[in-house]
């Protein structure tokens, strides 16, 4: 047996999806669906179809959040991990991004988020400032990149 993997998010993070999963359950429980109709095939198609997609989605915010660990900054280090700002450079062609490496669905409105699974993600994570890495991207191109900056989520300048 496995143990989950702790996920960063921020308060805000946390609050949001805390609102989302409310509104979920409210709709479940509005557009109820009857076991009978379901069962003999009476039920609409459609409506079935939102229905497990909505209990998709409030299983996985579920998920999320017990495993979540809520807006504790990793220690101001400069190593890239999760819950961390980066800024990255771009080595081909000298443009920098700057990200929160964290997780998807949690939006955080102010900074693009890239999770650790994406390959930029799994690329940086544990570098420090200066240290090149590459990743592949999805079209098989190699793309290589430095870290200038990591700064924890609580500590960097929101715009």
Do not use: C
Request: net charge negative; aromatic share 4%.
């Amino acid at each position: 047996m496995s143990t989950p993997t702790r996920v960063w998010i921020s308060e805000n993070a946390r609050q949001r999806l805390q609102s989302e999963l409310g509104e979920l359950r409210a709709l479940l429980d509005r557009d109820a669906l009857d076991d009978d109709a379901v069962d003999s095939g009476k039920a609409d198609e459609n409506l079935i179809a939102i229905q497990r997609a909505r209990q998709s989605r409030i299983q996985q915010i579920h998920d999320l959040l017990v495993n979540a660990v809520v807006g504790e900054d990793p220690p101001d280090d400069g190593i890239a991990e999760p819950g961390m700002v980066l800024t990255v450079r771009y080595d081909d062609t000298g443009d920098t991004e700057t990200f929160l490496l964290g997780v998807r669905g949690t939006e955080h409105g102010d900074v693009e988020i890239y999770s650790l699974q994406s390959p930029l993600g799994e690329a940086i994570l544990g570098a420090r400032p200066g240290q090149q890495r590459t990743y592949r991207t999805p079209a098989g191109t190699t793309v290589a990149v430095t870290l200038l900056a990591a700064v924890p989520y609580g500590l960097h300048q929101h715009p």
